[in-house]
């Protein structure tokens, strides 16, 4: 017996007259004659080499082969039914394991946490994986197949493997220790930082941010005094707090609430830390397309691009 010869459609007309112990009342339901039921019934014997059925004039009853066979018949339709199901919610993008990447304390901005919200509740059944990093290393891990999606910092380049699009803006502030001679103006000009050592992180993790400030700052007029260095966003808020210096940070990096740290905004034009979404240009996963669709609706207000 080959078990190619033994297809679902049998194994189900099979169901059915074990349910109904009558071949015409089974040929009903499925929704055929009685003899070609009758055919397929006798060829699933055949093939299994067994008889499934003692026939009577007015209805059937199963043999022991036949109420062992039904056993196993309903588990593999059961399981094909599973198959089926699952396949389908992986293809709609409604299961799975989704790779998220975070560069640069992106996950402070209020739009993210919206995003994730949005697409959790969409969909409960796929694992958010996440990854907090730098831009450089975010970009390396989506074009070695590690992440699926990345919010990032500009700049970043587009190539054969990488597509980029602009996601969220924001405007950057001054933080400085809570006791600092400066705290009680609000807005504060970005030159009145210009004789405090500016504390950074280095430009080859964050090359946008870094570049942004520096060059606001010679906007302003002056060269800032670059003292401790951090090595992300997040940890130059201790550092400000500790007496370090002085930072220029995203606003959203504000709902870091440190008692020895305050924030004020920068008066005039402030330079801004914007936040792009990354993805593999050859990407075929609906997780990925459904995570994107999910961003573009949570964040229009905000003018999210994500297409």
Avoid: W
Wanted: net charge neutral; proline share 7%; aromatic share 6%.
């Amino acid at each position: 017996m080959k078990m190619d010869d033994i297809d679902l459609r049998r194994l189900r007309y099979f169901l059915m007259v074990a349910k109904e112990l009558h071949f015409t009342r089974a040929a009903e339901k499925i929704g055929i004659r009685q003899p070609p039921l009758s055919m397929h019934i006798r060829q699933l014997e055949d093939t299994i080499g067994a008889r499934l059925f003692i026939r009577h004039s007015r209805s059937v009853e199963l043999t022991p082969a036949g109420a062992a066979f039904q056993t196993a018949a309903a588990d593999i339709v059961a399981r094909f039914e599973d198959a089926v199901t699952e396949a389908r919610r992986h293809q709609g993008g409604n299961s799975g394991r989704l790779r998220l990447g975070f560069a640069g304390a992106t996950y402070f901005h209020p739009a993210i946490p919206s995003i994730m919200r949005a697409y959790r509740t969409a969909h409960p059944d796929v694992v958010l994986s996440p990854e907090q990093s730098n831009t450089p290393a975010l970009l390396a891990g989506l074009r070695e197949g590690r992440l699926d999606v990345a919010f990032i910092r500009p700049p970043a380049e587009e190539d054969d493997l990488l597509t980029v699009r602009p996601c969220l803006d924001e405007d950057m502030v001054i933080a400085l220790p809570a006791d600092h001679a400066l705290g009680e103006q609000d807005p504060l000009p970005l030159a009145a930082i210009a004789g405090e050592e500016l504390i950074l992180f280095p430009r080859d993790i964050g090359p946008g941010l870094h570049d942004s400030v520096v060059s606001a700052c010679h906007e302003a007029g002056f060269s800032p005094r670059l003292g401790q260095e951090a090595s992300q966003i997040a940890s130059i808020i201790p550092l400000v707090a500790a007496g370090f210096g002085v930072a220029v940070v995203p606003r959203s990096v504000g709902s870091i609430r440190s008692e020895g740290t305050i924030y004020r905004t920068i008066a005039g034009v402030a330079p801004h830390a914007p936040i792009a979404l990354a993805r593999r240009a050859d990407y075929r996963s609906p997780l990925v397309a459904a995570f994107l669709a999910t961003a573009a609706r949570s964040a229009r207000h905000v003018a999210l691009n994500v297409s």
